[in-house]
């Protein structure tokens, strides 16, 4: 099993920048893929980026590639969100989920654990 607990959350004025962190337990994600979602109130869930198990392969949904940076440190079994400019339809609760791959992946389906999310709000 692997606990995920992400952090990082809150109140930003667009164009501001929030850093998300999802620090897992339970068993080690050193060989696990791992992927950042987000909902919106009224939406679906939705894929925002991922990272392979060695922090070289990374995939960005297009609506954030350029300003929003995965990364993680497998030492501290921890994956990041550096989110910049940010806009207010980014708002949205948002979660990590690591899957039993390695590799990559932008389906909701092939993640087998997932965190409780975090809030992240952008003002205008």
């Known amino acids: 099993q692997v606990q995920l607990v992400e952090s990082g959350g809150g109140l930003v004025q667009a164009g501001g920048s929030l850093r998300l962190s999802c620090a897992a337990s339970?068993?080690?994600?050193?060989?696990?893929?791992m992927g950042w979602f987000r909902q919106a109130p009224g939406k679906e869930r939705e894929f925002v980026s991922a990272t392979s198990w060695s922090g070289g392969s990374t995939y960005y949904a297009d609506s954030v590639k350029g300003r929003f940076t995965i990364s993680r440190d497998n030492a501290e079994n921890t994956v990041y969100l550096q989110m910049t400019s940010l806009k207010p339809e980014n708002t949205a609760t948002y979660y990590c989920?690591?899957?039993?791959?390695?590799?990559?992946?932008?389906?909701?389906?092939?993640?087998?654990?997932w965190g409780q999310g975090t809030q992240v709000t952008v003002s205008l």
């Open positions: 989920a690591a899957r039993l791959s390695s590799q990559t992946s932008d389906r909701q389906n092939d993640y087998t654990y």
């Open positions: 339970g068993r080690a994600i050193v060989s696990r893929a």
